[in-house]
């Protein structure tokens, strides 16, 4: 495997000290003094090899439980992969005749004593092992009594589940899990000794296929009842469990090529592209405007094995410091004509940017999530004159809600660094978020939730929403080709304030590609009720949590960042 060493790395730079919680914007300390006392960290302590990319353990299986405590709740299938019920509270089944919460079971049994039940389930088991989609079995339990109840011994008691299996190549015994979804509590349950099941909490079996060979012949079902309510007899139909699927990457599906097509000589001479790049220039006239980082959080800068010829940022995140990486390329500046310095016309409505990431096997927070790669700056705040310009942002990030709108800020609003009037601009914010590791030896451990953090005019708190983006996910140890189109939304100026701010119409847009596949459509988003609040640009940000930091260290990669007009789409080659 083709390695660089520590001794190759290209290049250093400066790196700036940056403070404030969610991110630290423009408006810190920190921006404002331009600290630049970690010259050289960039290439000096970070001591292992960097490898090329080789082909990450094979695709977990879709459809598998879990039952640890990563797995069901009352809210999710897979509360780790953050994939949701269609029916929350409830879960998700298929009836025998393939009906979505249908009533047909595909079998039945009572459960009147403790010890073992077994029953036959082969039509199910055949449908797993015939359409090679094991998606376990629903439990559904009646009674004449709410009271009624049975507990099943999990995986870890002496009595775990099993499935005996006959096939024309003989028979193969399978264990099992166990897992529940317990309405009465959004956490999700550890039921690896034992999983209690009542007619309003459901129960999920799932057993081990792998080693089955041949055509089904029969299948036994056994679990063991190690608790009831000795007064009233238990019923279960068992169906088949509705779980959702997950897109990991194209998920074998054609990506779709943009103007990147051509190659990244011809996607450089493109009329739609603004900027684009690996990241070997890494000053201001580069690819960002903006540029801080936090010298606890020391970074690299290396060709990269997988793409030869560019070079690769190799970031950290430590439990030293939450920033790893800001930067921002800002297309909105401020009138320096005007003593309030407003916003200069906005040069684009809609944007499109492009960002290949890769997550490095020791990716495993566990107590926070971070924000990540693509994002976009609607925040603006006030412009500030200080080295060249920049937006002080005041609102949408770090739990400080935006209103939207332009509104006059005295001298000293923002403290001693505001030493002049200014139109204060109260926008808002988009960045990707990472979850977090689940810690408990989940089969998809590898693999994170694809989501945005959106600080909107609609936002139900003071800090941002998370929405997941469809049911994409990416993997540590594989690059991912991100691409976000945004598109701000329109303002009613028909009727103003004092201020010229309006109404905010609905019709905000964001649409996400997860390595040439498009994954989510989100509509209806408000940001902004002033039309001076202009797309800033593309907000690459690595950062940790809000205020908690990471346990360990933890690596990631970037290259080969785009911003255009049109839509870009992954790299030939």
Partial sequence: MFQIKRREALLTLPALALAGCGGGGAGSDAAESAAQAAAGVATETAKE????????AATPAQFLLWDAGSGPSRDYWNVHLQLPWKNRNVGDWLDAA???????????????????????ITALAARWVGTGENRGAFLRGSGVSASAFATWAGRLSATPPQLLVRT????????????????????????????????????????????????????????????????YAFNVGVFEVDAPRFQLGADAQASRMGIAAGGDAALRAHPAVLRMGDFSNLTRSGLFDELSFDSRNPYELLADPDAPGTVMFRGTL??????????VSQLLRGNPADP????????????????????EPDWDSSVDINKMALG????????????????????????????????????????????????????HSVRMVAGLDPGDGSPYAELRPLQDYIYSLDQASDFGEVERLGNAVISKGRWHCLEQRIR????????????????????????T???????????????????????????????????????????YRMNHFALATEYIGPRVG
């Fill in 49 to 56: 090899s960097v490898s090329s990319l080789s082909m990450p």
């Fill in 376 to 427: 976009w700056d609607l925040r603006l705040g006030w412009w500030n004159d200080y080295a060249g310009g920049y937006w002080y942002s005041i609102t949408g990030n770090g739990g400080r809600r935006g209103t939207g709108k332009r509104l006059f800020w005295p001298k000293g609003s923002s403290g001693a660094v505001q030493l002049y009037d200014r139109w204060g601009y109260e926008g």
């Fill in 168 to 231: 024309e190549q003989g028979e193969f015994a399978c264990a099992g899990l166990v897992a529940t979804l317990n309405p009465s509590t959004y956490r999700n349950l550890d039921t690896r000794q034992s999983a209690w099941h009542t007619a309003r909490t459901p129960v999920m079996v799932q057993f081990d296929l792998s080693a089955v060979r041949g055509t089904v012949q029969q299948a036994l079902m056994t679990l063991t009842c190690v608790d009831r309510d000795v007064r």
């Fill in 98 to 120: 393939g009906v979505g919460q249908g009533a047909q079971p595909w079998a039945g049994f009572v459960v009147k004593a403790l010890g073992p039940v077994t029953v036959d």
């Fill in 318 to 327: 430590t439990p030293n410091a939450n920033l790893s990486f800001n930067g």
């Fill in 513 to 555: 590609w997860l390595d040439g596949v498009l994954v989510a459509q989100r509509r209806g988003l408000r940001w902004r009720c002033h039309p001076e609040i202009g797309l800033r640009g593309p907000w690459i940000n690595w950062y940790f949590g809000g205020r908690t930091r990471p346990t360990s260290t933890m690596h």
């Fill in 488 to 511: 701000i939304n329109s303002v009613d100026t028909s009727l103003t304030d004092e201020w010229g701010n309006g109404e905010a119409n609905p019709d905000g847009e964001i649409d």
């Fill in 340 to 359: 309030l310095r407003p916003a200069l016309p906005a040069l684009y409505e809609e944007l499109y940017a492009r960002l290949y990431i890769y997550l």
